[in-house]
Nanobody, 125 residues
Framework: QVRLVESGGGSVQAGDSLRLSCEVS????????MGWFRQPPGQKRAGIAL???????THYADSVKGRFTISQDDNATLYLQMNDLAPEDTAIYYC???????????????????WGQGTQVTVSS
């Protein structure tokens, strides 16, 4: 069983940066893809970045491309570096993993079956 624990959220001003972390343990075969998702107030959860750990390949939603960077270190900890934050980035941020070998919709939450508890990011103008 994969266990995911996010940290690093907080309240910042527009233009600031934050780095989220996700400690990953257990179930190596349950984390063939890993991603970051967010759920703004009153909206559905949506994928923003994913990484394929075996190759390091990454994929981003247009809304964060060029501002956010997903990465993973040798201890399997997942990171999301967020730069130039804006009020519309306010959301609960989740990391997730999947045991699927191939994703038909890589940024769809439905493709992922292991989730962390989430961490709040609030950006004020």
């Amino acid at each position: 069983q994969v266990r995911l624990v996010e940290s690093g959220g907080g309240s910042v001003q527009a233009g600031d940066s934050l780095r989220l972390s996700c400690e990953v343990s257990g179930g190596r075969y349950g984390r063939r893809y890993m991603g970051w998702f967010r759920q703004p107030p009153g909206q559905k959860r949506a994928g923003i970045a994913l990484i394929y750990p075996s190759t390091g390949a990454t994929h981003y939603a247009d809304s964060v491309k060029g501002r956010f960077t997903i990465s993973q270190d040798d201890n399997a900890t997942l990171y999301l570096q967020m730069n130039d934050l804006a009020p519309e980035d306010t959301a609960i941020y989740y990391c997730a993993s999947t045991s699927a070998g191939r994703l038909s919709q890589p940024l769809s939450p439905d493709e992922y079956n292991n989730w962390g508890q989430g961490t709040q990011v609030t950006v004020s103008s």
